[in-house]
């Protein structure tokens, strides 16, 4: 055990020398001998333990205590520190170099539990792991993640993590901190919303891209750190998770609602103010431009089709409707594809990674077992999302015989395309045989709707109408949970409970019936688009 004490001095000066008196000034003490409450300040001196060379250390003293009770209490919690290196010499001087940086730092002694903590871990003891650091080592080491929950981890902790927090110590993170990063969030909606209400050309430049961050989107953000902190926890780097104890708003399921023909009407009208305000921010920035006249103010029908705001971020079409687009898409090469999700509600991923070995057309099914995704720019090849993702999906009649004459289509292609075409497995590819871009297909089957002139739904909600049409025809959310490959069916149930009552009100018929080709004249032609095409938009051939 080290030796040390505790004496009190303070800063009087001999009046003729002008040496501080330090110890020996008379004021320290009163006449009886005790200790001056008034006059001096405590301070200890602790003997270090020798180098591993075998010298002596100077001692480590501190000054500035107004008891002695604290000047020993101090002097105490600095044994115990010197005391977890036992008798490991090469420990102990690191424990020693951490005191002094600590005492430099911040005029305290190290935290006994971290210390511990990094020589248990092996960690340097005189450097500080910042949460930037442990995100990006944390990210680093998770191998097994799919591309896009890494791509997810990755945006979070660049755009919204380590922006705000990223400087702290992970060690002395706290709720606030974490706080913090939603607060500057909440900022950011706020700021994109002042600027597109403003109408000032100017403003809305600054936030041309941006999206709004949804209460879904922050919760998340907050999974991504607390799964973060949850790994530095079980290397004993933290004690606590912060971002399990921080509130956030629900991050509830979008309802899903069916295109009514009062909400066809609420759009359009939406759709035509959108076009008209879109314009006139045009004509300002083309006016404040030095390039005004190139700018131009036209605004193209595929543009305010997906850009108008719906009445809800889920919306499904009637089985009327999805008719209506069966009847369009049969006319492009890739219409199994779109018939295989509005029947059976295959994601699009699925879709696209659909293999002809995977598909028993003499039985009716087709086991899911691999997809497409898309993240920015590139593509990745892979398993379903969830281990209820690959799953086995019966097939009617109907869509069985749309397979069978994809396929001969598809051997069609592949002998007029001689020695460009390229082996693959695919059920769905290029003209030339390569796996198709899923972004592509999201892309025509918008042109394919606006053609259509339907209201605008995602390529998404096609696969949302499968489950509304399996409602419709009497099945219950279990065969709904099981032939779209959800991992719960409370999934299910929070998503599509608001289409019953838009559904009570129709006769309960088999799935393929309600398929049947359906009149246009609901749809009304006084409401027409006017389609602006170009050739390689346009394009049937296009994907």
Known sequence: MPTGKTFKRCGCCDAQTGKQLGQQCPKLRRRSGAWSRDHGTWIYQLELPLTPEGTRRGPLRRGGFPTQDEAQKEMDAARELLAIAGDDPQITAKIIDAIAQEIRATKRLPDPAALRRKIRTGQDLNGHLTVAQWLTQWLSNKQRLRPGTTAAYESHIRLYLIPQIGDVRLDRL???????????????????????ASGDPQLIAKVKGRRLISAATKQRIRA??????????????IDINPAALIELPAGKRPKALVWTPARIQAWRTARDAHITATKDRKTLLAAASPHGAKLGTSVTAYDAYIATPRPSPVMVWTPEQTSVFLQRARRHRLYALYHLI??????????????WPDIDL????????????????TTHQGQPKSDAGERQVALDKQTTDELLAHKARHNRERLAAATAWTHTEFVFTTATGDPIDPAEVTEQFHWLCLEADLPPIRLHDLRHGAATLLLAAGHDMKV?????GLSSITIAADTYTSVLPDLARQAAEDVAALLTPAKRSTIGKSHSLHVVTTPAEHDDRAV
Do not use: M, P, Y
């Open 174 to 196: 706290q709720v606030s901190d974490v706080a913090r990063v939603f607060e500057a969030i909440d900022d950011l909606n706020h700021t994109i919303r002042a600027a597109r």
């Open 224 to 237: 991504t750190l607390r799964s973060a902190l949850n790994t530095a926890i079980k290397q004993r780097l």
């Open 342 to 355: 509005a029947f059976r509600g295959l994601r699009r991923g699925e879709a696209c990674g659909l293999r």
């Open 362 to 377: 003499a039985d009716g099914l087709i086991t899911i077992r691999w997809q497409i995704v898309q993240i920015g720019g």
């Open 480 to 484: 709904v949970q099981e032939t779209l």
